[in-house]
């Protein structure tokens, strides 16, 4: 009888702090590394805005911030970069470390669906599953293929889909009182 043992290697924020800034995407999820690209321009313009009505939101009512690309340190071996956060104005300072990374989870949590299905099922997955265990209140997965959003709320402690919504749409959110989009505006 054979015995195979696979070695994982299990990375760490401390592993990405080595590697070179090159334009690509560190994260880490559960100890297991991933490397993206720098992200096409369709994908940054559905960011851009979203993240323009939400900051103009979020400046009238002075309820909180967003940002767009913020690293997350949940863990040393938990170092994630989503797209767009939102955060409550009233935590944010105590959810930032000395290097100005998030360590919290902040109430939203955005991510746009690149072209690869890799990309695709790190985020419907195992991204979800994170976000879920962190505390996220809510989730929303833009799927820029399809002109759909996918919205997950925190229900009975953990992140469900509860809609989604689809071009003819209004976006709104319990979270955000007062704020809405049509859905469309954001593939136009």
């Known amino acids: 009888m054979v015995n195979l043992t696979t070695n994982r290697i299990h990375w760490t924020t401390t592993d990405i702090e080595l590697f070179p800034e090159d334009g690509k995407r560190y994260e880490i ?4 590394l991933f490397v993206t690209r720098a992200p096409d321009w369709q994908h940054q313009r559905i960011c851009v805005r979203l993240g323009g009505l939400l900051d103009a939101w979020s400046q ?7 940002a767009v690309a913020p690293g997350i340190i949940f ?47 790190r985020d ?17 997965i833009i799927d820029r ?3 759909q959003i996918e919205i997950y709320r925190r229900e009975q402690a953990q992140l469900q889909r509860v809609s989604t919504l689809l071009a003819t749409d209004r976006l709104t959110s319990s979270l955000l009182p007062g704020f809405t989009c049509n859905v469309s505006q954001l593939f136009a």
Not at 60 to 66: F, K, Q, S
Not at 124 to 140: A, D, F, N, P
């Open 29 to 32: 999820i559960n100890g297991e």
């Open 60 to 66: 009238e009512t002075g309820d909180g911030e967003v």
């Open 75 to 121: 863990a040393e071996a938990d170092n994630v970069i989503p797209d767009l956060v939102w955060v409550r104005q009233e935590r944010l300072n105590n959810m930032l470390d000395d290097a100005g990374h998030l360590t919290t989870a902040p109430e939203l949590i955005v991510e746009v669906l690149s072209q690869s299905a890799q990309d695709q099922r």
């Open 124 to 140: 419907r997955e195992l991204k979800l599953k994170l976000y879920s265990s962190q505390g996220v209140q809510e989730y929303w």
């Open 145 to 147: 293929f399809q002109n």
